[in-house]
């Protein structure tokens, strides 16, 4: 098993914690479809400022060990999972087999930017 710098752990642990926010910060305002707008837009910002304090000291730490490419890849699964859960648990929508063979794709393609 390969060992992992901190730098090359941080990024992941904070972009996971960061992503939750911005999901909540991009999607959560759907379930409350009734609410105005404003309040959507201030709050999504509220919740945007705790995103922000996550993703861009991971972004500062990981590129002592990743390109900006691969910092945005991890970034990009890191969002799908993150949004699978929260589609099927908090906004209650099932996610299909077209769904997941997309996800895969965009993983698979993932794992290239990551090869030599």
Wanted: proline residues 3%.
């Amino acid at each position: 098993m390969p060992s992992f710098s901190p730098a090359a752990l941080w990024p992941i642990l904070l972009l996971s914690l960061s992503n939750v926010f911005m999901t909540f910060a991009w999607y959560g305002h759907l379930k409350y479809k009734t609410s105005a707008l404003w309040i959507a837009i201030l709050a999504s910002w509220g919740i945007a400022f705790f995103e922000y304090c996550l993703a861009v000291p991971a972004n500062r730490i990981g590129a002592e060990v990743y390109s900006a490419a691969q910092l945005k890849t991890i970034q990009e699964v890191i969002t799908l999972i993150v949004f699978s859960g929260f589609s099927v648990f908090f906004l209650k929508e099932s996610l299909t087999i077209n769904h997941a063979i997309g996800f895969a794709l965009i993983a698979a393609g993932a794992a290239f930017v990551f090869r030599g």
